[in-house]
């Protein structure tokens, strides 16, 4: 609520009581005036009958007046002890408010530090960011090398020495880039997990801000309502409590599910939150606090203390429907063995166990924990870590699957590289032995061709000279020779005879 406002309207109520004190005290005067007058015609009644007849009218006329004034002065006084009440009620919520904006004041200053937090996780994301994109592209220029010095080499020998080369230089390779990449993995998932919890953080805090002005109205609305009221008042405040604690609804927690039963009817739970290893827990947040708000605005200790009696009642009397309804036992619902109830104002939790302390034991014999505002936030901020530890289980499996799938490829690459480098090694066996019966020997393919030639075959055009010479003998190397010379004249003289 803004301070004007307040101001306003403490402004207003100490007009109405200054004008309710002049009105009593101009009514005052004028019941003396009255009284005054009624005296002296009571003396004058002697003087005579007519008189006495006239001032009995005026005395009867008096009276009816005084007694309207006696209804008026009356209705006064109960507005003045309105006035009263509403002034403290004012005074209050002025206290509220300056508590109030000092719990903003501080929240402020600790969202301008998650704030400077956020930008130095953002700086150290980007710079992490460069360094990855230049480590790929160093790994992507380490893999070309690779390539090339492999192909480079393959219409060569691959021998053994070259094969231990490989692994040698691939191994090493292949554990720092397994390394690396869940290095950069596990740290990515980390900082984004971080920075979408820091936002979600902040996102709250702004909201919880805004909102924290208006709790002051709301509560006491609220707790002078009717039980339909004060219900759906808990159930917004437990809302906000959700929400603070980082839970997301529909994925780790539903509110208002709706359970058929057999012979009982529906059930109807406010909230269901979700716990890894599939188990839930049930909130209720039907508490009524109709006694806390006569304990609160009681005038004398005989009062206060009635309210306080009928508050723990109340409690007690919450205890066992919620007992008598078993929500840790309903189907489909993996519960815990025990309820979780919601007080939603702390003030009347901490006040019922004060006066009652085995409220608690109470409770849990029932099956049931009695929470407040505060503490139900821990309870719900530790489901959350337990929630985000789960998350990070599994993207750490799933990040060791990537990895065995890559090694897998790598391992695959690997033994392809292995096959090529034995069919290299099988082709250059096959090339040199068909070399060797094509072109080496006596016996060799070229030198049974050239003599072919000798014989006179005609033939479109000759081996390749140094081919030739590399493959015949030497005899027939030097009878080459000649046959070539003496085949040469014949067609130098046709062409000369053309």
Request: negative net charge.
């Amino acid at each position: 609520m803004d301070i004007t406002v307040i101001y306003m309207i403490a402004a207003g109520l100490t007009g109405l009581v200054a004008g309710v004190l002049v009105i009593y005290l101009y009514y005052q005067r004028r019941l003396a005036q009255l009284q005054s007058e009624q005296r002296v015609l009571a003396h004058s009644a002697q003087l005579s009958e007519a008189e006495r007849q006239r001032l009995l009218q005026l005395y009867e006329a008096q009276q009816l007046e005084l007694r309207q004034i006696h209804a008026a002065l009356s209705a006064a006084q109960e507005k003045l002890h309105h006035a009263d009440h509403w002034r403290n009620e004012c005074e209050q919520l002025s206290r509220e408010l300056r508590n109030q904006l000092e719990v903003n004041s501080a929240q402020e200053a600790e969202l301008r530090e998650v704030t400077i937090r956020l930008e130095e996780t953002r700086l150290a994301a980007e710079e992490k960011q460069r360094l990855l994109v230049n480590s790929e592209q160093r790994l992507n220029a380490q893999f070309e090398n690779l390539a090339h010095r492999i192909f480079e080499n393959s219409g060569r020998r691959v021998d053994e020495q070259n094969r231990q080369s490989l692994n040698a230089l691939i191994t090493p390779l292949r554990e720092q880039l397994e390394g690396f990449r869940r290095q950069v993995q596990e740290g990515f998932g980390q900082e984004a997990r971080e920075r979408h919890t820091l936002t979600h953080e902040i996102r709250q805090l702004q909201q919880l801000n805004a909102r924290m002005a208006e709790e002051a109205v709301n509560l006491t609305r609220a707790l002078k309502g009717d039980n339909k009221t004060q219900g759906n008042w808990g159930e917004v405040i437990l809302n906000r409590v959700l929400e603070a604690s980082g839970l997301r609804e529909g994925y780790e927690y539903d509110t208002q599910v709706a359970i058929q039963l057999e012979n009982q009817g529906r059930m109807q739970p406010d909230v269901i939150v979700h716990l890894p290893q599939n188990k839930d827990v049930v909130i209720d947040a039907k508490m009524t606090l109709v006694a806390y708000e006569r304990y609160f605005n009681a005038q004398d200790d005989a009062t206060r203390e009635l309210a306080m009696s009928e508050h723990v009642t109340a409690i007690r009397s919450h205890l066992r429907q919620l007992s008598r309804k078993d929500y840790h036992r309903l189907p489909g619902v993996r519960s815990l063995d025990y309820v979780l109830m919601f007080i939603p104002v702390e003030p009347a939790f901490l006040l019922a166990l004060d006066r009652q302390p085995e409220l608690i034991n109470e409770a849990l014999q029932q099956n049931i924990m009695l929470v407040s505002p505060t503490t139900l936030l821990v309870a719900l901020r530790t489901i959350s870590n337990l929630w985000r530890y789960e998350h990070q289980s599994r993207n750490a499996q799933q990040i060791a699957e990537r990895a065995s799938r890559l090694y897998d490829k790598m391992r695959l690459f690997v033994d392809d590289m292995s096959a090529i480098g034995q069919n290299l090694d099988r082709a250059s066996d096959s090339y040199r032995l068909a070399m060797k019966k094509l072109s080496e020997g006596r016996g060799n393919l070229i030198a049974q061709s050239e003599r072919f030639r000798q014989l006179g075959v005609e033939i479109k055009r000759p081996i390749d000279p140094r081919l030739a010479q590399q493959a015949m003998p030497e005899e027939d190397a030097e009878s080459l020779d000649e046959t070539d010379e003496v085949a040469s004249a014949p067609e130098a003289l046709r062409r000369l005879q053309q």
